[in-house]
């Protein structure tokens, strides 16, 4: 069964707030995404022992952030390791990522980097159409000038993570 | 005012039992509203507290992810406390994220769009303000306003409550009191009337005696004027034995009158207010042998006084009594060659004892209770003059200022007699 979450976000105040308004830009939003999702996602301890570690926040292809991850992500932790902002190209090395962000400039690698990814236990999160039909797991877009996503939660349970109940509460049922 | 003392002692008694009942009971039910109201202040203030970490923990996702629809869909989970008038959480930076209202237009009530705005609380309203945290880091805040009306109303019922208990209990032991109260009044009330009536029984005795002493005067006075005129007019004309009878009768009539002026003196001792002042007793005692000692200057007399210890009392009225008990030693010692008389004095916890030694002819023990009864004589006249009333006097002086006398002696042996007056405590 494939369910389609559709989380809408609001920025900052109450009501739509137009993503090129904002103070914030559109990617330093995602960022912020990215590290709230390791807030509510639980990886399987294989992957994130209690000691020692780092947590690896993987961007395959172009950064669409601007090399500014590495400088948002100085000092926090996620699953309580620091964070390692890892820039990746080769697609084998990426099942050792916990967060894999995959920029739209690999759209045409997508079905062979969830293939090598199968078995792993990566989060995966992406913006490009067809994103979670193909195998991702998240899936960020832009609509009525609002950043939403859907979680494609049978891959997110495939790769043995657990999803925040809070998270799913935060979904709107499909079609609202 | 109307003092308490104007009611009867059944009154008395019920109104202390009520008083006493009323009271404790009062006392207990204050108590307990008390503690009652606070724990059910402290009680609502601990559920919030929950409810608040509940309703903020189930927030933290939709803080973080800007998500305020799903956030006032958790606050609205907050109308099965009917408490919480409204609650809203603020975002990080302060700003108004999600609103709950259990009914505005009830309550009135609006959150400002800032956490630094002061909310404008209305009557019975509190607020809570708790910090939303996830993994430690503040990502919100957590306001509740709820309501105190349900607990003041409850206050209210619980006030209403203890009267009714109040007043049922009163009512209660006012009904017990008033059927168990004679068990106690009944007797005091007959004590108090068998009181009242000596009381007004001695009253008129006195009052009894005031005027016959008064009322023989007059005859007595006729007596004594028209012997007088028959001793001087009709002097020539009596024999000796006339003018024997007449003095006889003279002096009978001179010793009435004494004896009526005594007993004048004893009835007005009742009427007599006491005016207690410090009394300089060894001064006193001098002045009263003085005097007496003038009219035996021929007499031969040891007089021993020590420093006596002060005492309060009515000065006129200690002064008589001891003129009454020196002329008292004096008489009985007139048939002693040499005689003497000491006085000392000393001091108990509770009083202050005189007593009164003489050398004189003593008395026997088994009539020491005839000593101060009004005309008991334990002397005939011709030994030693006298009319009974001095001791009586005397005693009653002495126990007018709550204080005791008793005497004792043997025959030929002498006698003391010894008073007692109560100790007054001054203030220091």
Known sequence: ?176 | MISFRNFSIKQQLIGVILLVSGLSLLLAGVILIIDNHLSAQKALQRNLVILAQVVGINSTASLAFNDPDSATKNLAVLKVKPDIDAAAIYSKNGTIFAVYYKDSSLTGFIFPSTLEQVPQLQKNQSELVAPILLENEKVGTLAIVYNTQELSEHLKEHVLIVMIVLLASVFTAFFLSNSLQEIISKPIEQLAKTAHQLESTNKELDAFSYSVSHDLRAPLRAINGFSLILREEYEPRLDAEGKRLIDVIRGSVQKMDQLITELLAFARLNKQMLQKAPLDMTLLVQEAFNDLKSLESDRKITFLLESLAPSDGDAAMISQVWINLLSNALKFTQTRSHAMIEITSSATSTEMLYRIRDNGVGFDMKYVHKLFGVFQRLHNDEEFKGTGVGLAITERIIKRHGGRIWAEGQPEKGATFTFALPLTRRPT
Not at chain 1, 50 to 61: D, E, P
Not at chain 1, 71 to 87: A, E, S, W, Y
């Open chain 1, 1 to 176: 069964m494939f369910y389609l979450l559709i989380i809408s976000f609001f920025l900052e105040t109450i009501g739509v707030v137009c993503v090129q308004a904002s103070p914030l830009s559109e990617y330093q939003v995602k960022a912020a995404f990215l590290y709230n999702f390791g807030k509510f996602i639980t990886w399987p301890e294989t992957v994130l022992p209690a000691s020692g570690n780092q947590f690896k926040l993987c961007i395959l292809g172009n950064d669409p952030f601007d090399n500014r991850l590495t400088l948002m992500m100085q000092g926090k932790t996620i699953q309580g390791k620091p964070v390692l902002v890892t820039p990746m190209q080769e697609i084998p090395e990426l099942n050792s990522c916990h967060l894999l962000f995959i920029s739209p400039s690999e759209q045409g690698r997508l079905a062979e980097i969830f293939r090598s990814l199968k078995g792993s236990n990566t989060l995966t999160v992406g913006e490009m159409p067809g994103f979670l039909e193909k195998g991702g797991m998240i899936f960020l877009y832009i609509e009525d000038n609002r950043v939403q996503f859907n979680i494609n939660t049978n891959a997110t349970s495939g790769a043995h993570l657990k999803i925040s109940s809070q998270l799913i509460n935060l979904v709107k049922a499909e079609g609202e």
